[in-house]
T-cell receptor, first 114, second 114 residues
């Protein structure tokens, strides 16, 4: 168990809908990262937050947004969902914000858009 | 720009034989390099990390990797494969610049037969 908790584990929704994925980092970790894993694209970095502030941005679509709250949990909001958004979404956390940090990954949220 | 190429999408070995998973990287700066493992239906776990100290890095479960700057490679090895090593392995690079995050390779699936 990595100590990173993601909910829900599975999510099935329809095109055009909006969903929220939640992540609780390990105790003491200030950074949260979101990754999308799909068969064709592999693991794609979406966004990183450190202590409530956006730290780095990757290939995140404008339809997607995220935030990190004062209690350090994070939410990834996906809107106007398309079939191609079906993927496994991982959250990871680390102590600091540096790019050589050891990341601890949650078990992921499997999103299916029908 | 940083990138990583895993040269084999699938590697098959017999139990007790050596494992070699190949990875080449590209980075404009002195990189940090990682190997992560993903077992079926699980999150990712860090195997080992290189951050400009010793070029031969030892990780968990008997894995090790050697950083070769002249070849821009960071291959993962294990002297003797075990059935429990069957998983997806990701080579990861970070160029240690502010505002960047880990970039994952496409992954190599390791199959171990008895």
């Amino acid at each position: 168990d990595s100590g990173v908790t993601q909910t829900p584990k599975h999510l099935i929704t329809a095109t055009g809908q909006r969903v929220t994925l939640r992540c609780s980092p390990r105790s003491g970790d200030l950074s949260v990262y979101w990754y999308q894993q799909s068969l064709d694209q592999g693991l794609q970095f979406l966004i990183q937050y450190y202590n409530g502030e956006e730290r780095a941005k990757g290939n995140i679509l404008e339809r997607f947004s995220a935030q990190q709250f004062p209690d350090l949990h994070s939410e990834l909001n996906l809107s106007s969902l398309e079939l191609g958004d079906s993927a496994l979404y991982f959250c990871a956390s680390s102590v600091g914000w540096g790019s050589n940090e050891k990341l601890f990954f949650g078990s992921g949220t499997q999103l299916s858009v029908l | 720009a940083q990138s990583v190429t895993q040269l084999d999408s699938h590697v098959s070995v017999s139990e007790g034989t050596p494992v070699l998973l190949r990875c080449n990287y590209s980075s404009s700066y002195s990189p940090s390099l990682f190997w992560y493992v993903q077992h079926p239906n699980k999150g990712l776990q860090l195997l080992l990390k290189y951050t400009s100290a010793a070029t031969l890095v030892k990780g968990i479960n008997g894995f090790e990797a050697e950083f070769k700057k002249s070849e821009t490679s960071f291959h993962l090895t294990k002297p003797s494969a075990h059935m429990s090593d069957a998983a997806e392995y990701f080579c990861v690079v970070s160029d240690n610049q502010a505002g960047t995050a880990l970039i994952f390779g496409k992954g190599t699936t390791l199959s171990v037969s008895s």
